[in-house]
């Protein structure tokens, strides 16, 4: 198949005006450039996935592969258009609101999915006492865990409410939606230390097994990069995302911002 896929509308919706994360605060979020709170980057990555599960259902959610970079802000209550083209067995896709380009990313779907052994991912906890933010944070080569999270019953449900997502796959068969595997991502980060405002930047996500509502996830996540760009601090991380303490549901490629500059006062 070859050429436009259907166009995907949602009102976008910020799920986390009162995180722990203030730069989804419209006034701390001024304070580095942005017109208000942010959207968070793993509900715009959910926004995105509409297309590729549209196109090839629950077997995206099986094998899919999705890779997204978040270059503007989606802000509260503003129409998001997720557009897509497929060529050659990739879609593209685009995410444009208020006139701007916000997202882009490819999602594909491969033959198989890539084998990868949970032993080759160390289990840890997440730490007994977060500190604030600070070099030794997010050591290259160090691994971190994540506190399980659950998502059953009301809470599923209000999760695909917040997400817009209106494909019936998710409930008529028991599915969890891949975008709650990119917030156990980022549960990583905040789990393992006290951050300020911070920017999630970009992912890139194989699945590898559909997730059940239900399921307890975790992430066992090793920092491959921690660097300075542009005045900005980044983290990269490689996680094998897991259920149930036993089943490979993902392997995650996330980039973070987790001390991203401050705009100079006017």
């Excluded at 270059?71 to 897509?84: F, H, N, Q, S, T």
């Excluded at 840890?124 to 070099?135: F, H, L, M």
């Excluded at 992430?219 to 980044?234: I, L, P, Q, S």
Aim: charged share 25%.
């Amino acid at each position: 198949m070859t050429g436009l896929l259907e166009t995907y509308r949602v009102e976008a919706y910020n799920t986390a005006k009162l995180s722990e994360n203030e730069m989804h605060d419209d006034t701390v979020a001024r304070r580095f450039g942005f017109s208000g709170g942010l959207v968070p980057g793993v509900d715009v990555m959910a926004y995105m996935m509409h297309l590729p599960v549209a196109r090839w259902g629950r077997t995206f959610l099986e094998r899919g592969l999705i890779e997204a970079r978040f270059v503007k802000p989606v802000y509260d209550g503003e129409i998001a258009d997720i557009r897509g083209r497929e060529n050659n067995g990739v879609i593209s896709i685009e995410v444009e609101s208020r006139g701007e380009l916000c997202a882009t990313g490819t999602a594909s779907l491969p033959a198989a999915a890539p084998r990868f052994s949970i032993t080759d991912y160390v289990e840890v906890a997440a730490v007994s006492e977060r500190q604030p933010i600070g070099v030794s944070s997010y050591q290259a080569g160090q691994w971190l865990g994540s506190m399980p999270r659950t998502w059953a019953g009301d809470a599923a449900e209000e999760y695909l409410s917040e997400v817009r997502e209106r494909d019936s796959v998710y409930a008529r068969e028991g599915l969890g939606h891949p975008g709650l595997l990119q917030r156990v991502m980022n549960k990583v980060l905040v789990d393992n230390a006290i951050l300020g405002p911070w920017i999630h930047v970009g992912s890139k996500m194989q699945l590898l097994s559909a997730a059940r509502r239900g399921d307890e996830i975790t992430a066992r996540a090793r920092v491959t990069d921690n660097y300075e760009k542009k005045g900005h601090r980044f983290v990269e991380l490689d996680a094998l995302v897991v259920g149930n303490g036993a089943t490979p549901l993902a392997h995650c490629h996330h980039v973070a911002i987790y001390q991203p500059r401050e705009q100079a006062a006017a």
